[in-house]
Nanobody, 111 residues
Framework: VQLQASGGGLVQPGGALRLSCAGS????????MSWLRQAPGKGPEWVSA????????YYADSVKGRFTTSRDDAENTLYLQMNSLKPEDTAVYYC?????WGQGTQVTVSS
C-alpha cells in the first residue's frame, strides 16, 4: 500500500490549492481515509475524513467551510480542495488510512 500526496506549494492568504492523494496497492473507495497536517514545531492535527461510502465527510472546526474532501474512484485518488487559505494553514499535509500515513506535501500560505 502506498499513499502519495501532491499539489502543495506557496500561496498568498485568501488563495486556494487542491491537494491530491494517489493510492496504489488498494482501492480508495474500500476504506475510510483522512487528511492530517503538521505545522513546524507542532504535533499532528486531524483535518478531514471521508467515509468509505463516499457519502459522508468530516472536518476540523479550523477548516470547516473552507476545505472540501472528495474522491475520484476511477482515478483512485483522494482530493482536498482548500479555499480561503490562511497563514495558520501552513503545514505538511498527509493523507492517511488509519495510522498509516503517506508522504506529505508542503503547503505554505504567506504574502
Amino acid at each position: 500500500v502506498q499513499l502519495q500526496a501532491s499539489g502543495g506549494g506557496l500561496v498568498q492568504p485568501g488563495g486556494a490549492l487542491r491537494l491530491s492523494c494517489a493510492g496504489s496497492g488498494f482501492t480508495v473507495g474500500s476504506t475510510d481515509m483522512s487528511w492530517l497536517r503538521q505545522a513546524p514545531g507542532k504535533g499532528p492535527e486531524w483535518v478531514s475524513a471521508i467515509h468509505k461510502s463516499g457519502e459522508s465527510t468530516y472536518y476540523a472546526d479550523s477548516v470547516k467551510g473552507r476545505f472540501t474532501t472528495s474522491r475520484d474512484d476511477a482515478e483512485n485518488t483522494l482530493y482536498l480542495q482548500m479555499n480561503s487559505l490562511k497563514p495558520e494553514d501552513t503545514a505538511v499535509y498527509y493523507c492517511a488510512i488509519g495510522d498509516f500515513w503517506g508522504q506529505g506535501t508542503q503547503v505554505t500560505v504567506s504574502s
